[in-house]
């Protein structure tokens, strides 16, 4: 299963590495919304504390809910439209491999966006005074849970569930005019 999944990851970091558009607003985003913050609170002293804590909110409620949660929707909404979902489904790739594999590429995103923040974030004056290892394991299992619930919407989305494309009313009322 460990080759299956770095297969997966392998070919999904392909896939973004011949889309720089992808991975520059992936990288701008993050640094944007840091630039933003660190202007709103460094100018005052009794925000300047709130500083501290920006880069770790920016990057797990903004950066990665974006290109964790956003990005596996775009990988299986794509892999669907290209019929290699299907494929996917029935060959005899483990379930869990092609969803490590995604968290596994995606945490390679996750981790040059935690580089970018803090390093945007260094210069405006703000600290990481928290346990680097712990960081870390946050940074993950919201990378793993970003992921789990873009796959379930994006297979949700793939076959079919929500709302209906059609009304039932159009037809009840053709087939009530055809009696």
Not at 38 to 61: E, K, S
Not at 95 to 116: K, M
Request: with cysteine; proline share 6%; glycine share 12%.
């Amino acid at each position: 299963m460990l080759q299956q999944t770095l297969a997966v990851a392998h070919r999904l970091l392909v896939e973004q590495a011949r889309q720089p558009r992808t991975l520059f607003f992936w990288g701008l985003f993050p640094v944007l919304m840091m630039l933003l913050f660190g202007l709103i609170y460094g100018h005052d002293a009794a925000m300047r504390v709130n500083l501290d804590a920006t880069p770790a909110g920016i990057l797990i409620g903004a950066a990665l809910f974006f290109s964790c949660l956003g990005g596996t929707l775009d990988i299986v909404v794509g892999e669907r439209e290209r019929g290699t979902l299907k494929r996917l489904l029935v060959s005899p790739l483990h379930p869990a491999a092609y969803f490590l594999g995604i968290v596994l590429a995606l945490g390679a995103v996750a981790a040059l966006q935690a580089v970018l923040v803090f390093a945007t974030a260094w210069p405006l004056g703000a600290r990481f005074r928290g346990s680097v290892v712990l960081g870390a394991l946050v940074v993950g299992l919201s990378v793993f849970s970003y992921v789990g619930i873009g796959i379930g919407i994006g297979i949700g989305i793939g076959i079919g569930i929500g709302p209906p494309k059609t009304s039932p009313m159009p037809s009840a009322c053709a087939r009530a005019s055809a009696s």
